[in-house]
């Protein structure tokens, strides 16, 4: 990139989106707060928090229910380090889960989910990995919906059978729902709806309101784990302190403005929907396996038709093979393995469809109206990098022997 080389960037799974303008007002307005604040965040935020998960999520908490942090993240480690029993984390699942049970010296154990059941975790695998680790220690489950690095959501059907294994167990579950806002569809489902006494839901601003670098996420806890909150509550009074007190003030002001959010979710997330919706048709049109992304900015193909190609090469990992696709294609993603616990000699790859100027779409998005749909001119127009990109894929296929006819490759 420094040479002025083009990278196609689908590494990094950030807002491609303006802050959202009310939060923006809020934090100028609140710049000169400077005081600490309660550990547990503003209460006047924590209500706020409350009125936006009842109003998207039909869920009932009250503010005493909910710790705000600088990020979810942090919010996890300590949720994870204080617990007293084993961690489970899926196969795919985000990068940080796994290496902060590591951190924290607790027991991890992995659930893998398939390709055929649109990677969602399966009920009886649940059950047969719980019942497999003894019924001694207690347990909690990570689940993220929408999931990174699928990209897949779960039904309302599906939630309620896996907390019909969850109950069977009286096991906990992290439900991660960073990206529910993102949820192409417009319905997305929380576990906690279901499992409201074993659900502890984290989400935050990174994602939806396109505010990574501010830093701002929180937890909310059921009655039953009120322990488990007060243990996280004194464990942050002593690491953190309090989030950013401006950003809280301009956060609570902004969640409550339902208009604004309304008007900003539904247009960000057709837009990401329409180019996920893209890369999934450009990606099985070369005869890559994938299974369509439902929310959020990802989608993980899998190359594993090319195997035979790749290891004639001697590319028989997947960091060989994303190594490969940077230095021969410029295309820069992760692979499935090790990172997000798939098996290194799987050729699985998160694919992160956020690299656009979202400033323009989302400006082309308003102007035009929810009425108009999103077609393949407007993406070709303010979604281009991503578009090309794509486009780039199967020129990768080329260095694994493969035949090219036209623009498409096909398999020998």
């Known amino acids: 990139m420094a040479e002025g080389q083009m990278v196609y960037h ?5 807002s ?3 802050v959202m303008q009310c939060l923006a007002d ?3 307005e609140n710049v000169h707060q400077n005081a600490y604040l309660s550990v547990a965040g503003l209460p006047e935020l924590r209500s706020a928090i409350c009125d936006f998960h009842h109003n998207y999520d039909d869920l009932d908490f009250t503010a005493d229910q909910v ?4 990020g979810s993240k942090e919010l996890i480690f300590l949720m994870i380090y204080l617990f007293n029993g084993d961690i489970y984390c899926l196969s795919p699942t985000w990068t940080t889960y796994h290496p902060q049970t590591k951190l924290a010296n607790n027991s991890a154990y992995i659930i893998s989910t398939r390709a055929e059941d649109q990677w969602r975790l399966m009920p009886e695998d649940l059950d047969r990995t719980l019942t497999e680790t003894g019924e001694r220690t207690n347990k909690m489950l990570i689940l993220t919906n929408p999931d990174n690095p699928t990209g897949i959501v779960y039904s309302a059907d599906h939630l309620q059978k896996l907390s019909a294994v969850l109950k069977k167990h009286k096991a906990v579950v992290l439900s991660d729902e960073i990206y529910a806002r993102l949820n192409f569809n417009g319905d ?4 906690a709806k279901y499992y409201p006494e074993g659900t502890i839901l984290c989400s935050g601003l990174s994602k939806w309101a396109s505010a990574g670098g501010w830093r701002l996420g929180y937890a909310m806890f059921p009655e039953s784990l009120r322990y488990l909150q007060a243990a996280v509550c004194s464990a942050a009074s002593h690491t953190y302190s309090c989030a950013s ?4 003030y301009a956060a609570a002001k902004a969640l409550i403005m339902r208009e604004e959010c309304d008007e900003y979710i539904n247009h960000t997330r057709r837009i990401m929907g329409a180019v996920a919706d893209y890369c999934y048709r450009e990606l099985i049109a070369v005869g890559v396996r994938v299974v369509k992304s439902q929310g959020g900015y990802y989608i993980f193909p899998d190359f594993e038709v090319i195997r035979g190609g790749l290891a004639k090469k001697g590319i028989v990992t997947g960091n060989q093979f994303t190594g490969v696709l940077f230095e021969e294609a410029s295309v820069a993603l992760m692979s499935g393995g090790p990172a997000f616990l798939r098996p290194e000699n799987e050729y699985t790859t998160r694919l992160c469809f956020v690299n656009f100027d979202g400033a323009a779409a989302l400006e082309a998005s308003i102007k035009m109206g929810l009425h108009s749909p999103i077609t393949d001119n407007f993406l ?5 990098p991503v578009l090309n ?3 780039v894929y199967p020129t990768a296929i080329l260095y694994t022997g493969r035949v090219e006819k036209g623009k498409r490759f096909f398999y020998q």
Request: charged share 10%.
């Open 10 to 14: 689908f590494a990094f799974g950030q």
């Open 16 to 18: 491609p989106f303006p």
């Open 26 to 28: 809020g934090l100028r």
């Open 67 to 70: 710790l705000v942090a600088p």
């Open 188 to 191: 997305h489902a929380s576990i």
């Open 245 to 248: 007190a401006p950003i809280q």
């Open 380 to 384: 070709a127009e303010y979604c281009a």
């Open 389 to 391: 990109g794509i486009e």
